[in-house]
């Protein structure tokens, strides 16, 4: 049985190795969360805005993070292989060491992002864009040769150029008070 917190509100969360293998996270919004060493093989996270996640040392292997975003996400040393990440944004997030084979990359953003240390190859990068991104050495692209394009596409995403919505669209003002911080 997996977990179902699809469209889920989790906000200053402490869920350092946790379980969440095959959980559906997807179009929820973490705010602050840890989930340190975490296990979340195969979990589905397409469109969630996660900011400021502790993900370091985490397993996603396999996970789909289709179209997700995440702001000064930590997955140092995370277990990314084969996880779905076309399409997502990526601003400020610590990549160093992670384990990125087979991971899909196609069109992800990586704005100001690490990637030292990660293993990943020249194939899967050159799939993405890139800007202000810091390159394992054996990499050959120009960390900034998408600038332009990638801020397009997060404000065609994110038109109010805020990751949420400008009022709230639900109950939860703690949400709409969130907001008011980043």
Not at 32 to 58: F, G, H, K, Y
Not at 79 to 105: K, M, V
Request: glycine share 4%; proline share 4%; aromatic share 6%.
């Amino acid at each position: 049985m997996s977990t179902n917190l699809e469209g889920s509100l989790i906000l200053d969360v402490a869920l350092s190795n946790s379980v969440l293998g095959k959980a559906n996270i997807s179009k929820s919004f973490f705010g602050d969360t840890v989930l340190r060493r975490a296990v979340l093989l195969s979990a589905n996270l397409e469109m969630a805005i996660l900011i400021r996640p502790d993900l370091s040392w985490s397993n996603l292997i396999d996970a789909n993070l289709y179209q997700s975003t995440l702001i000064d996400a930590n997955l140092q040393g995370a277990e990314l292989g084969n996880a779905n990440l076309s399409e997502a944004i990526l601003i400020r997030a610590n990549l160093q060491g992670a384990n990125l084979i087979d991971a899909n990359l196609k069109d992800a953003i990586l704005d100001r992002a690490n990637l030292l240390d990660a293993y990943v190859n020249e194939e899967q990068i050159a799939q993405s864009l890139l800007c202000h991104t810091k390159l394992p050495e054996y990499i050959q692209l120009d960390p900034d040769r998408d600038c332009k394009e990638s801020e397009r596409r997060t404000l065609l995403r994110f038109p109010s150029g805020k990751f949420l919505p400008e009022e709230p669209s639900t109950p939860q003002k703690s949400l709409y008070r969130y907001r008011q911080r980043l």
